[in-house]
């Protein structure tokens, strides 16, 4: 996948993990790319240690696995942010 591929499916995957997930979240459109796009790098990890298969592009498969990566990595900022 081409750079601008990972920024368009970041943001699809971003914003579908904060309508998954609303609340109070930091930043606007960058870190919903950013969340899109490191959702589809945890995403990718966790289902190729699980034997789901990996993030290969454009398909269903890869895109839930990131939507879970981002929803997981939005869990764990939560997490984080409320004890501070």
Known sequence: MGILS???????????AKLIMPGKDPGGFIMTIL???????????????LGFGSFTGWNLKSFLL?????VLLLIIYRFFKKDS
């Open 6 to 16: 990972w920024i368009a499916m970041g943001l699809l995957v971003g914003v579908v």
């Open 66 to 70: 990131a939507v879970g990566g981002a």
């Open 35 to 49: 969340l899109g796009i490191a959702g589809a790098f945890v995403g990718g990890f966790i289902g190729t240690q």
